[in-house]
């Protein structure tokens, strides 16, 4: 038996691109950093053939420690989590690598959660621990272009104010 949804939501799909050379953004929160250079060190060759892009302090470590070109947007609490959610909505970010840190409090944590739930509207690839990091950055699709599904947003105005 298929359920009706109470909230309205997005009636239609179109599809967007992915091109093939991804646009990657990687964000650490600070108990799991190391564990992110961990996984760049492993993936640096896969990487640099993207585009990459990263909050403040995150990117900064693995421009330095890594030697990679990395687009360093504000740290996450000055808004950092925000900017990469507006890439998203304005699909100009195409993976998302977020290692969030399930046992530290964060003071940004409304944009944490504003962040993941982007990448879930906007239907972005995420990893949010190493093994899926390891899953998503080897997969096949990551040097192809790849077509998703993601909400209709010119339908989805119409509809509610035409
Ligand atoms: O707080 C973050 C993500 O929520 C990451 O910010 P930094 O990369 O500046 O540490």
Redesign the pocket.
Known sequence: MSSRPSEPRPAQQVSRTLPSRKRIAL????GK?DEMLAWVERWQTTLAQHQLV??????RRIAKEQGLEVEGL?????G??QQIGARITEQQLDLLI?F?DPFAP?P?DP??KA?LRLAALWNIPVACNAASADFLISSPYVDQAVDIAIPDAGAWVSARAD
């Not at 964000?27 to 600070?30: F, L, P, V």
């Not at 990263?54 to 990117?59: L, S």
């Not at 504000?74 to 000055?78: I, K, N, V, Y």
């Open positions: 964000i650490a929160h600070d950093k990263g909050t403040g302090t995150t990117a504000m740290s996450g609490p000055l950092g989590d977020f969030w964060q940004h944009d944490v962040l």
